[in-house]
């Protein structure tokens, strides 16, 4: 008999709470039950299927005859239950199409709007005098400021082939090596910690990884590839899943036509073997937004329309690139395609229009 290896244990009087952080279910026990798993977790092998306690806590998978399959994890436990507990929420319905998807989001935003809305900033409500900045003057010939202005998260895509030419440019400004950097390292910098990118990175470790999910791009077949920065270059990795795009996107069906894709991944292991301390998991996720970023404008640059979401079908799509029980994580998705230009998909559209025509 062994411990569940992913509970974490919150006082809370007059019990305590056992919390099974990768299965998302959490138990209330009292001090009879909470001091025999005390003895227990002291020595499992004390374990008594005569017991009603012992089989309960059995049951309810607080202990388990299976072995525990290890993960990798170099940072202290903080940093490990937020990861896993944070992934593969249960959900109760995955929507199956758009249709679905439409009805399900427009009644949580129905219901999120019948709630008060947060108030206003701190910041905001003890400003007492606001200082008028001047008009923003562009930049010198404004191309950025328009590739700013221009980004825009769009839900309906025509899906379009795209260029490989273009694919190319995407990954390389978004997290190839730059090669037009190579001369301009500081000789201060550790060996193997020179490459750099359009993006910054927490401590030059460049420990974002891309995979590049195609479905329509001349002269690629549709697949997973994984990106290599140093060399420029992509390798297959997986075929595209039977199931449309939106089922790995926890049912944002609206994106199945996108063309190209890239799950933006984390290589927790380098982060942590310069960096003990699990603050370092929370760079992971800000250097994930600075390439999201970087990708949607090289995007817009190119006259594309970009799409986003961290709402991974965590399991299915590590499957996908490969990435099981790796200390590299997919962290997020930023996609890309011709567009419209429209925010909302039409089936929400016309849901929308249909409730204002009832009202
Ligand atoms: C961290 C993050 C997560 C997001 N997740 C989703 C998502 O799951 N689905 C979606 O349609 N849009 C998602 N978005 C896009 C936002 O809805 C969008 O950026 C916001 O409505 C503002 O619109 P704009 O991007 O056109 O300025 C996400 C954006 C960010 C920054």
Redesign the pocket.
Same mark, same amino acid.
């Given at each position: 008999m062994q411990i569940n290896p992913y509970l974490f244990i919150l006082p809370r009087t007059p019990g305590q709470i056992v919390w099974d952080y990768k299965n998302h279910k959490q138990y209330e026990l009292d001090l009879e039950h909470s001091i025999r798993l005390a003895e227990l977790i002291n020595k499992p092998n004390r374990f008594n299927n005569k017991n009603s306690i012992d089989m309960q806590l059995l049951e309810a998978g607080i202990l388990t005859t299976a072995t525990p399959s290890a993960i990798e994890w170099g940072w202290d436990d903080l940093s490990k239950i937020f990861h896993i507990g944070t992934k593969n929420i249960p959900c109760q319905h995955t929507p199956q199409d758009i249709h679905e998807w439409s009805r399900e989001y427009l009644n949580h935003c129905s219901e999120v709007l019948a709630t008060p809305i947060p108030d206003t900033r701190l910041a905001e409500r003890l400003a007492d005098e606001l200082i008028t900045l001047p008009k923003p003057s562009w930049l010198p010939e404004s191309t950025l400021a328009n590739t700013l202005i221009d980004?825009? =998260? !769009?839900?309906t895509f025509t899906g379009d082939t795209l260029s490989f030419e273009a694919v190319s440019t995407l990954l390389y400004l978004s997290l190839g090596y730059l090669r037009e950097r190579e001369d301009d390292i500081d000789e201060s910098i550790a060996e193997g910690l020179d490459a750099r990118r359009t993006s910054p990175s927490g401590g030059g470790l460049n420990a974002c990884e891309g995979f590049l999910l195609v479905q329509n791009v001349s002269g690629l077949k549709p697949g997973l590839y994984a990106y290599h920065p140093t060399e420029h270059a992509l390798s297959f990795v997986n075929p595209l899943p039977c199931r449309p795009l939106g089922q790995l $996107? !926890?049912g /944002?069906h %609206?994106?199945n036509n996108l063309p190209v894709g890239l799950f933006i991944t984390s290589r927790f292991d380098k982060l942590w073997w310069k960096y003990e301390h699990s603050r370092a998991y929370r760079m992971a996720y800000v250097e994930a937004?600075h390439i999201?970023q970087t990708f /949607?404008l090289v995007a817009t640059a190119l006259g594309l329309n =970009?799409? $986003? =979401?961290? *709402?991974l079908t965590d399991d299915r799509v590590e499957t996908l690139l490969g990435l099981n029980d790796s200390p590299e994580q997919p962290l %997020?998705f930023v996609g890309c395609g011709k567009s419209d230009g429209e *925010?909302l998909c039409k089936e929400l559209k016309a849901l929308l229009s249909r409730q204002d025509s009832q009202s």
């Open positions: 980004r825009k =998260t !769009c839900r $996107l !926890c /944002q %609206f994106i937004g999201s /949607q =970009t799409w $986003l =979401t961290g *709402a %997020f *925010a």
